[in-house]
């Protein structure tokens, strides 16, 4: 066989032509594993043969491997064919599931033709029972409701039953013109019960309006827990009886007022029984003190002791102090025999007052207003009639204090309180005292203008008053001093936060009277140091009055008083240095102003004796400069200022001469070293 095949491929080869070859050749040459062949140089018909027996080898392993799983094959066809029966019994299932979905969609449209039909029909029943719901609603009034208006007491129950009737009434007025033969029907019927509803209404309201004018009734418990309750009721008379609105608001009126005037003027009355003592025509600045007290011959039985100082604020500032609410009852005050300043009765009056007006306002303005649009000017309306005589009885009860009032702190306070009020009344939205607050103020304010000018005319006369005038003979502060210093930080610190400029124009023209009489006073004194020493005990007394009142009102007063009191300290320095040191002061003051600090007239011989004499007296001289003083100021503290200025103002005038002599190079005497004279100072400093 081998020999046949090789003959073949002789015949073959040799049957070839060249072009058939190189065309052969062409066409293995792309071929990888005879590209792989020729590269190495093998023979083609061996790799040939090598070929053919390779593919007989695996073809007889694909044999033998078929051979050894031919029953697997076997199996797997006899599952296919398994298989194929079961799908093509599901087949037949599937078309008769199919076969009967059709017949059910069939069904399901029907029924939603039948569903569409029948919702139409449903709403347009539900559509007539709503109307004709209404209108059965509208019209039929159930018997329990007519035996409860006609018979029944007036309660919640009544009230809604009454408000259905009243939507009947609505629902009938409405279609009155509609062809309904049941509305001709129900009418009358209607008619009735609004006759009888109106009149047990307007009988229920009179009776509960008459129970406010009882003692000691609560009005603003009776307002919130009966009307304000039944409210809708009076909102269906405004509505269906005017008549018996008109009635029921006549009636509130007319009782609300007569409670008010009533109790605020047996308020009043009881208030000024607590008054304490006030002030009198002669509680002035400039008047003297023996006419004060009443003089010797006086039958008052007012005593100064009986009275407060008219003069300091101290705490009646308290008054001014809206967090507390709590206000002056007459009954228990009289108990314990309580005695208050008038800026309390005011505050206690009008506060209640404030306070029963803005509830009362409020509850006018949701009580009796139908429309929110014309609520206001109803309340208003209402208010002023109900308040009228009440807000007379107030301005009556300050007009008999502010007439004969000469307390000028007392009627200022008066004014802060009546503008917290009146701020309080913006708070809380109740506009109709407005014209109460501001009547109250122009009846205070003039009065205390008038009583300020009091002040500043009694200055003016205190000035050309010689009896006076020739009675100061001490330089302690006179009794004037400390009525001014508290008077003035009085005001001042009520003026804070309100920044008054006519209030502040009244401070300073008393300033500027007190310092005039001041001034006066002092020249009373024909020596100066102790001339001047008045004037200091009198603005040191200022400025410590100032001080104590911790309020930035009276900063730009106080820093005032502070460069006058330094200004008289400096002048007092300066007496009490001359006696003592006049060369050496003269000799520095003269160098000064002369060029380059040095006075060529002081010669060096002045200088000797200035130096020399210093040296020999100035131990004794700061000794009878600590007895001045001391004599002069009993205060320790000012005393201790003053005498502390003198000195550290010596020690200046010294070190300047000093620097004075150094210029000039004087030599044969030996000046007191500064610092000896600060040690031997220092002993005096604790003197007072």
């Known amino acids: 066989m081998g020999t046949d095949d090789e003959d073949s491929l002789d015949m073959d080869f040799d049957e070839l032509t060249f072009d058939e070859v190189n065309d052969q050749l062409s066409a293995f040459e792309g071929d990888e594993l005879v590209t792989q062949a020729l590269e190495n140089e093998m023979d083609l018909r061996e790799y040939v043969q090598q070929i053919e027996s390779e593919k007989k080898t695996v073809q007889r392993e694909l044999e033998n491997n078929y051979l050894q799983h031919v029953q697997s094959f076997v199996d797997l066809h006899a599952e296919v064919q398994s298989c194929d029966e079961v799908l093509g019994r599901m087949e037949e299932l599937l078309n008769v599931f199919q076969s009967d979905l059709g017949n059910i969609s069939g069904e399901i449209q029907n029924l939603q033709e039948q569903s569409t039909h029948m919702s139409i029909k449903l709403k347009n029943r539900k559509t007539v029972e709503t109307r004709l719901g209404k209108a059965l609603q509208g019209m039929v009034i159930p018997p329990q409701a007519i035996s409860k208006i006609t018979e029944g007491e007036v309660d919640e129950i009544w009230l809604q039953y009454l408000l259905t009737i009243n939507k009947q009434m609505?629902?009938?007025?409405?279609?009155?013109?509609?062809?309904?033969?049941?509305?001709?029907n129900v009418g009358p019927e209607l008619e009735k019960l609004r006759l009888k509803a109106a009149s047990t209404i307007r009988d229920f309201f009179v009776a509960r309006i008459q129970q406010l004018c009882v003692p000691n009734a609560n009005i603003q418990i009776m307002q919130q827990s009966v009307f304000l309750k039944y409210k809708e009721l009076h909102m269906f008379v405004l509505?269906?009886?005017?008549?018996?609105?008109?009635e029921i608001r006549q009636t509130y009126m007319n009782s609300l007022r007569w409670y008010f005037n009533n109790h605020f003027e047996r308020y009043s009355r009881g208030l000024t029984k607590l008054q304490t003592i006030t002030a009198e025509k002669t509680d002035l600045i400039g008047v003297e003190e023996n006419v004060r007290k009443g003089g010797l011959?006086?039958?008052?039985?007012?005593?100064?002791?009986?009275?407060?100082?008219i003069f300091a604020l101290g705490d009646r500032s308290d008054t001014l102090r809206m967090q507390d609410p709590g206000v002056i009852l007459v009954h228990?005050?009289?108990?314990?025999?309580?005695?208050?300043?008038?800026?309390?009765?005011?505050?206690?009056?009008?506060?209640?007052?404030?306070?029963?007006?803005?509830?009362?306002?409020?509850?006018i303005y949701e009580f009796f207003s139908r429309d929110i649009k014309t609520a206001a000017d109803t309340a208003k309306i209402m208010f002023q009639f109900i308040f009228e005589p009440t807000e007379k009885v107030g301005m009556s009860f300050t007009k008999q204090y502010v007439e004969n009032c000469y307390d000028a702190v007392g009627l200022l306070l008066c004014i802060r309180i009546n503008t917290q009020l009146a701020l309080e009344l913006q708070r809380r939205r109740v506009p109709a005292l407005e014209g109460y607050t501001n009547a109250t103020n122009m009846l205070i304010w003039p009065r205390f203008q008038y009583v300020m000018s009091l002040h500043v005319d009694s200055l003016k006369k205190m000035f050309h008053n010689k009896s006076v005038m020739n009675a100061v003979k001490d330089i302690h502060p006179h009794y004037i001093t400390r009525r001014y210093a508290e008077f003035a930080a009085s005001l001042l610190v009520l003026n804070d936060g309100y920044d008054d400029a006519?209030?502040?124009?009244?401070?300073?023209?008393?300033?500027?009277?007190?310092?005039?009489?001041?001034?006066?006073?002092?020249?009373?004194f024909s020596e100066s140091p102790r001339r001047i020493a008045f004037l200091i005990?009198?603005?040191?007394?200022?400025?410590?009055?100032?001080?104590e009142t911790h309020s930035r009102a009276v900063?730009?007063?106080?820093?005032?008083?502070?460069?006058?009191?330094?200004?008289?300290?400096?002048?007092?320095?300066?007496?009490?240095?001359?006696?003592?040191?006049?060369?050496?002061i003269d000799c520095v003051k003269r160098c000064e102003k002369a060029k380059n600090n040095d006075?060529?007239?002081?010669?060096?011989?002045?200088?000797?004796?200035?130096?020399?004499?210093?040296?020999?007296?100035?131990?004794?001289?700061?000794?009878?400069?600590n007895s001045s003083v001391i004599q002069y100021f009993s205060n320790f503290r000012n005393g201790t200022t003053v005498l502390h200025a003198v000195l550290g103002q010596l020690i200046v005038y010294y070190t300047k001469f000093l620097d004075i002599v150094e210029k000039r190079g004087l030599s044969r005497i030996q000046p007191v070293g500064v610092q000896t004279v600060m040690v031997e100072i220092k002993k005096f400093r604790s003197t007072f």
């Open 297 to 309: 011959f006086s039958s008052s039985k007012v005593t100064l002791k009986d009275k407060v100082n």
């Open 170 to 184: 609505r629902f009938v007025k409405a279609n009155q013109h509609r062809p309904i033969k049941a509305l001709r």
């Open 555 to 584: 900063e730009s007063e106080l820093d005032y008083m502070r460069q006058v009191l330094s200004l008289q300290t400096s002048a007092f320095v300066d007496e009490q240095l001359k006696p003592y040191f006049g060369a050496l």
């Open 599 to 625: 006075d060529e007239t002081i010669t060096i011989p002045d200088l000797e004796r200035i130096c020399s004499q210093f040296s020999q007296t100035w131990r004794q001289s700061l000794t009878a400069i």
């Open 239 to 246: 509505e269906r009886h005017h008549e018996s609105a008109r």
């Open 537 to 547: 005990n009198n603005y040191d007394l200022i400025v410590s009055v100032f001080q």
């Open 502 to 524: 006519i209030l502040s124009k009244s401070v300073h023209k008393l300033r500027d009277e007190y310092e005039a009489v001041l001034s006066r006073m002092s020249h009373e």
């Open 332 to 363: 228990v005050a009289e108990a314990k025999d309580q005695k208050y300043q008038f800026e309390q009765l005011f505050r206690s009056f009008n506060l209640t007052l404030i306070d029963n007006a803005s509830s009362e306002y409020l509850f």
